[in-house]
Structure formats: C-alpha cells, structure tokens
C-alpha cells in the first residue's frame, strides 16, 4: 500500500481559481477548507448576532459588521468569517488586492457546524490571533456557549452572559447567550 509522504500546500492563485460552487473555500497556511453552505440554524445565530452588534458598533464607532464573502486575509491564508467587526476600508479600489490592505478586526465570530469545530478551535484560531485580531468568539450551539478568546488572556467559555468591551467604546455590550442561540 502507498502512503502519501507529501501534504498539498495550497495558493492563494489556486483557491481564487476554485469554482464558485456553493461551498466556501478558506486557505489557512496552504491547508486548503471547503465548507458546504450552512443550514438555517447557523444563520439564524449570525442575523440575532448581527442584530445585536450592529447598533452597538455603529454608536461607539468601532466600524461595521461584516457577514460572509468579506474576507481576512493574512500570511498567505483567507478566510471568510462568519462575523467580524472592523473598521471599513480607507481606500477601496474594488478588487482582491482590497483585502491584503484591509484593517485587522476588532472581533472576529465563528459558529461552530459539525464541518468547522477543529479548524476553528485550532487553525483559525491562531490565524486570527496572529494576525492581532483584539477577540475572537466561537459560537457552539450545540453546548449553547460562546468561547471568548483575547490574545495574553485566558479563554473564557461563556453559558449565560457575555460582555464585550472593546478599546474605544465608553461602555461594554453585555448580552445573554440564550438571546442569540
């Protein structure tokens, strides 16, 4: 029996050439992900979320909510998160370069599905601390928790309420978990 001694390292030039077939396509480090689309339930979690961070972001001004197909893209990987919030982009051109230049966010959102658990407690999660986003939230509405990491913090696995208090607002986001799950 054969046995692979090489693991593929993905470009970005190759997941950019990828079909545009329903499923979303992330590069972490040359590892390539494909996710189907998500069900009702995920995307409910990310409208309630959406909702409750909107005004919040909009009267401190910390910037916008971004949904899917908005990108981080950092070392060579690109990833589309859920959720993130950042501020938007000084000199958009309209085109992929937009996204190399693009500010790093303030609070990235994961929902966690049964395809994404390991990338996005592990991969992800690096990337994106690496990469000097300020929080990083993993929703998991199966154990109906939010996991709240910030980099030189402990995690934080929330089951009833979370605060956010991001540098520049006067005052924190406090919400219950329930509310978004």
Same mark, same amino acid.
């Given at each position: 029996?054969?046995?692979?001694?090489?693991?593929?390292?993905?470009?970005?030039?190759?997941?950019?050439?990828?079909? &545009?077939?329903?499923?979303?396509?992330? @590069? %972490?480090?040359?590892? =390539?992900?494909?996710?189907?689309?998500?069900? #009702?339930?995920? /995307?409910?979690?990310?409208?309630?979320?959406?909702?409750?961070?909107?005004?919040?972001?909009?009267?401190?001004?910390?910037?916008?909510?971004?949904?899917?197909?908005?990108?981080?893209?950092?070392?060579?990987?690109?990833?589309?998160?859920?959720?993130?919030?950042?501020?938007?982009?000084?000199?958009?051109?309209?085109?992929?370069?937009?996204? &190399?230049?693009?500010?790093?966010?303030? @609070? %990235?959102?994961?929902? =966690?599905?049964?395809?994404?658990?390991?990338? #996005?407690?592990? /991969?992800?999660?690096?990337?994106?601390?690496?990469?000097?986003?300020?929080?990083?939230?993993?929703?998991?509405?199966?154990?109906?928790?939010?996991?709240?990491?910030?980099?030189?913090?402990?995690?934080?696995?929330?089951?009833?309420?979370?605060?956010?208090?991001?540098?520049?607002?006067?005052?924190?986001?406090?919400?219950?978990?329930?509310?978004?799950?």
């Amino acid at each position: 029996m054969a046995v692979a001694t090489q693991v593929k390292r993905w470009t970005l030039e190759e997941l950019h050439r990828l079909p &545009d077939d329903g499923n979303k396509y992330e @590069l %972490v480090r040359g590892e =390539l992900f494909v996710t189907p689309p998500p069900g #009702d339930e995920h /995307e409910t979690i990310a409208a309630r979320l959406s909702e409750l961070l909107t005004p919040y972001v909009r009267e401190h001004g910390l910037g916008l909510v971004y949904r899917p197909r908005a990108v981080v893209r950092f070392d060579e990987s690109e990833v589309e998160p859920d959720l993130m919030v950042r501020q938007p982009h000084p000199d958009r051109r309209g085109n992929d370069s937009d996204w &190399d230049r693009a500010p790093i966010p303030v @609070l %990235v959102v994961e929902i =966690l599905s049964a395809y994404t658990r390991r990338r #996005d407690f592990n /991969e992800k999660k690096r990337l994106y601390l690496d990469a000097g986003v300020a929080e990083y939230w993993i929703v998991d509405p199966e154990a109906r928790t939010i996991t709240v990491m910030k980099p030189g913090q402990p995690i934080r696995v929330e089951s009833t309420q979370v605060i956010w208090s991001p540098t520049g607002a006067d005052l924190p986001l406090t919400f219950e978990v329930a509310s978004i799950l």
